[in-house]
């Protein structure tokens, strides 16, 4: 059957279906994978000559674009048949109205795993119920340091060293007991402090915990890994300020600060009239660190982050109160 005839059989089908199922068996008996029409037909290119090839080729692949346009447009039609008539069947499923949209915060965690994927870290997922082991001892945080006080932590039991996880660090020193070298991981999730809800800080928060572990990692690759990150989250000209900050599972330790979106750097209530809001704290991985996870620190060394995934998502999308995310607010729904 040479294309013409074919294109007029389709007519004749195409124009006898009445509904939405003679469109799809038309469809299948020109299309389909095993038996189609059209399938065929371009299969059967392989066996030709080369000037053969390159005479039907395109035509046989016009004739597929114009059988598919009409059968796309067939079915339209019948679509808005069945909408416009006022006996309409009102059992006839309708399309899926699309309503509502993703949480900022989803929003931006979906935009860091893209990044750090490309960047051939693997995205993995962590308890937010913890013990004291892994939330504190092996970060480096003995039995009485401040950050071990019941007035930090949220515990489920005290007395068995159970807790709410106040960092996403707890799953990197996980992984480093777990895991061998190289490690290349970043784990989104939900934190817990007993602390005074206000604009910028919460009982419950998001971090971002990044963990590099091979031979010769450097502080200059931690600082590159940040500076693309904040390029690809907020464009080229952002603006970030990297200044030396303590933290007991890092040494040397390091903060980073982004100019604030709201008064541009000049002060204003967001920024507590400091021009900077802190986004993550950082730093080489610790040598005790390593050394209680079971990694040699005289073979390896690595980097550590972890970062305030509210405060991006409020610098990103203008939100002045971090509990505008967290109260059901229709805006953000």
């Not at 046989?60 to 679509?79: A, F, P, V």
């Not at 490309?118 to 962590?126: A, L, V």
């Not at 991981?185 to 971090?207: D, I, K, L, M, W």
Request: include cysteine; hydrophobic fraction near 30%; charge should be positive.
């Amino acid at each position: 059957m040479n294309t013409d005839d074919l294109l007029q059989k389709f007519n004749s089908d195409i124009s006898s279906a009445v509904n939405k199922k003679a469109v799809d068996e038309i469809y299948l008996k020109y299309f389909s994978k095993s038996n189609g029409i059209i399938t065929n037909l371009i299969k059967e290119l392989s066996s030709l000559n080369i000037e053969d090839k390159k005479k039907l080729g395109p035509l046989y692949n016009n004739l597929s674009k114009e059988i598919k346009d009409r059968i796309d447009k067939k079915r339209e039609e019948i679509e808005n048949s069945i909408k416009n008539n006022p006996m309409v069947d009102l059992t006839y499923p309708l399309p899926a109205k699309k309503i509502g949209n993703l949480h900022p915060t989803t929003e931006t965690i979906r935009k860091m795993n893209d990044f750090f994927r490309y960047y051939g870290f693997s995205i993995i997922e962590g308890q937010e119920i913890e013990t004291e082991e892994y939330n504190f001892r092996k970060l480096n945080l003995p039995e009485g340091h401040p950050a071990t006080d019941l007035q930090d932590t949220l515990y489920i039991s005290q007395k068995n060293g159970i807790l709410l996880r106040t960092h996403t660090s707890s799953v990197e020193s996980r992984l480093l007991t777990q895991y061998k070298p190289p490690i290349r991981a970043v784990t989104p999730g939900r934190c817990y402090r007993n602390e005074t809800t206000n604009s910028t800080n919460g009982a419950f928060f998001y971090q971002y915990q990044g963990v590099v572990v091979d031979k010769g990692i450097n502080i200059q690759n931690l600082k590159s890994t940040l500076e693309n990150f904040h390029k690809f989250l907020f464009g080229n000209d952002v603006i970030l300020r990297f200044r030396y900050k303590y933290y007991p599972e890092v040494s040397p330790g390091m903060g980073t600060d982004i100019q604030c979106s709201f008064c541009k750097g000049k002060g204003c209530s967001i920024c507590k009239y400091r021009g900077w809001v802190e986004v993550l704290g950082s730093g080489m991985i610790h040598y005790n660190t390593l050394k209680s996870c079971g990694i040699d620190p005289e073979i390896y060394t690595g980097f550590a982050f972890g970062i305030g995934v509210d405060r991006l998502v409020m610098q990103k999308y203008g939100i002045k109160d971090i509990r505008d995310l967290y109260e059901g607010g229709m805006i953000y729904l």
